[in-house]
C-alpha cells in the first residue's frame, strides 16, 4: 500500500473516531461506571448499592482505549502450554494428543481453545535461506501440517519465538527476522505467537517489542501477540498498543511462595489491563504436583478473578479428577472471561503479615465478584467489609458460592464473612438486591 492511501487511511479512522465518541476525539477519561461504547464498558453510574468510592477502587483510568485492534483478546485467552510440563520435551505427538484429549475431557468446550508451542519446536539453526525449521526428529511432518490437525478439531495453534538472538534453550530467536518469521508463521497458518525475552543485546523492549507486531500485521493473518517480556520495563505502561497480552512478572514456578509472589506483582497494574490487551502473570501450574488442592483452588481463583490468561499447564491427557474440577468450572470461568473486562484486585488486607485478603473486582449486570482467601497457616474467618467493595452500607445482597455452586443467602448487608481454610479461597458473585429485582437495571452493564 503506497504512502498516500495509508496517510488517507488513517485520515478516515481518525475522522471516523472523532465522529462517533467525542469522548475518544478529546482525550477525556471516562470511570468506570459511565462509559461502555467500547470493549463494553459500563455505561451506567452509581446508585444501586454502590458507593462514591467504587471508581477508585476498581480503577481502569490507565486502560487503553485505542489497543492493539487486531480484534483478538477481547476477553482473556485460554488454552494450553507445553512448558510448564513438558519443557523442551514435546513432539508432534505431544501436541496432537493434547488437542485430542482438550476435545476429549470437554475443555475445549469451556473456551480452551489455544494449543500452544512452547520453546524446542525448532532446529538449533537456520536454513541456508535464513528460515526456521521444525526439529526433523520431533516434528517431522512440520508445523502447517500439525496446523491443520489442530484446526481439524477445531482449535487454534500457537508457537514460540524470542525478541532476541536466541530463544531461552538457545535456537534461534526473531530479533532482525522479524518480517520474515512473522511471514513463516502466517504461512503454517499459526494463530498465536508467544515472544520471549532472552539473549536480546540489552536492547529497549520497547524497540524490541513493536517490529514483530507491524510485521505480524503485515501478513495479513490475524495472530494473537502474547509479549513474554517478564514485566522487567512494567509493559502495562507501553505494551497496550504493541501485544494482546504482556507478561507482568517473571516465571511461574509449581509452588505455593512463587504463585501468591506473582499474584501480588500483577495486582500493580490492574488499572492498566482490558479488552484487547491484559496483563499476564504466567501460566497455570493446576495439576502438576507441586501444591495443595486448596493453592490450586486458590491460584486459579486469582487467575481468573484478575482478568489473566487461563493457560493450561499440566498434562491434559492424564489429567486427574481433581484437577479437571478445578479448571472446568464453568462459573469461575464465566468470571474470567465476563464482557465487562474489568481486572480485579486486592482491595481489603489484615491478619497477621496481611494474611487474610479480599479480592474483587466488579462485572456486567453490576455484580461483584469476591474471593475470601486465606493466605494463613492455619483456617480462619475472612471478612469483606462494604466499604472495601465499594458498596455502601446499607446495601443488600444476594450471594452465589462458585465453588458449591449454590446460592447461600439473598440478604447480606454490610459484610461478609466466611471460615476459610489455610491456602485456600472462597469465590463468591455479590449481586445487589436492586439489581437482581429490577429488570430495567440489568441491562446497564
Avoid at 68 to 81: D, H, K
Avoid at 246 to 266: E, F, Q
Wanted: a negative charge.
Amino acid at each position: 500500500m503506497g504512502k498516500s492511501k495509508r496517510l488517507c487511511g488513517l485520515c478516515f479512522a481518525i475522522l471516523y473516531v472523532w465522529m462517533i465518541d467525542p469522548v475518544i476525539a478529546t482525550g477525556r477519561e471516562v470511570p468506570l461506571l459511565h462509559s461502555q461504547r467500547y470493549h463494553q464498558k459500563p455505561s451506567s453510574g452509581l446508585g444501586v448499592g454502590f458507593s462514591n468510592l467504587f471508581n477508585t477502587i476498581y480503577d481502569t483510568s490507565k486502560y487503553g482505549i485505542l489497543q492493539l485492534n487486531n480484534g483478538l483478546g477481547q476477553t482473556p485467552q485460554m488454552g494450553w502450554n507445553s512448558w510448564n510440563f513438558f519443557g523442551c520435551n514435546i513432539s508432534e505427538v505431544v501436541i496432537k494428543e493434547t488437542a485430542d484429549a482438550l476435545i476429549s475431557t470437554g475443555l475445549a468446550d469451556l473456551g480452551y481453545v489455544y494449543v500452544n508451542i512452547d520453546d524446542c519446536w525448532s532446529s538449533v539453526t537456520r536454513n541456508l535461506k535464513g528460515q526456521l525449521v521444525p526439529n526433523p526428529k520431533t516434528f517431522p511432518s512440520g508445523i502447517k501440517a500439525l496446523a491443520d490437525y489442530v484446526h481439524g478439531k477445531g482449535l487454534k495453534l500457537g508457537i514460540y519465538s524470542d525478541a532476541g538472538l536466541f530463544t531461552c534453550e538457545v535456537r534461534p530467536g526473531s530479533l532482525f527476522h522479524e518480517k520474515d518469521d512473522a511471514q513463516q508463521f502466517a504461512s503454517w497458518d499459526v494463530d498465536y505467537l508467544k515472544y520471549d525475552n532472552c539473549f536480546n543485546l540489552d536492547i529497549d523492549p520497547k524497540e524490541r517489542y513493536p517490529p514483530m507486531r507491524d510485521a505480524l500485521n503485515a501478513t495479513g493473518r490475524t495472530i494473537f501477540y502474547s509479549l513474554c517480556e517478564w514485566g522487567v520495563e512494567d509493559p502495562a505502561l507501553w505494551a497496550r498498543g504493541v501485544g494482546n497480552s504482556w507478561r507482568t512478572t517473571g516465571d511461574i514456578n509449581d509452588t505455593w511462595v512463587s504463585m501468591t509472589t506473582i499474584a501480588d506483582l500483577n495486582d500493580k497494574w490492574a488499572a492498566y489491563a482490558g479488552p484487547g490487551g491484559w496483563n499476564d502473570p504466567d501460566m497455570l501450574e493446576v495439576g502438576n504436583g507441586g501444591m495443595t488442592h486448596q493453592e490450586y483452588r486458590s491460584h486459579f481463583s486469582i487467575w481468573a478473578l484478575m482478568k489473566a490468561p487461563l493457560l493450561i499447564g499440566c498434562d491434559v491427557r492424564n489429567i486427574t479428577a481433581e484437577t479437571f474440577e478445578i479448571i472446568s468450572n464453568k462459573e469461575v470461568i464465566a468470571v474470567n472471561q465476563d464482557p465487562l473486562g474489568v481486572q480485579g484486585r486486592k482491595v481489603y488486607v489484615e491478619g497477621p503479615d496481611n494474611c487474610l485478603q479480599v479480592w474483587a473486582g466488579p462485572l456486567s449486570k453490576h455484580r461483584l465478584a469476591v474471593v475470601l482467601w486465606n493466605r494463613c497457616s492455619e483456617a480462619a474467618i475472612v471478612t469483606a467489609p462494604w466499604e472495601a467493595l465499594g458498596l455502601e452500607s446499607s446495601t443488600s445482597v444476594s450471594v452465589r458460592d462458585l465453588w458449591q455452586h449454590k446460592t447461600l443467602d439473598r440478604n447480606v448487608v454490610a459484610s461478609f464473612d466466611a471460615e476459610v481454610d489455610a491456602h485456600d479461597c472462597h469465590m463468591y458473585i455479590f449481586t445487589p438486591q436492586a439489581v437482581s429485582q429490577t429488570n430495567s437495571l440489568v441491562s446497564f452493564w
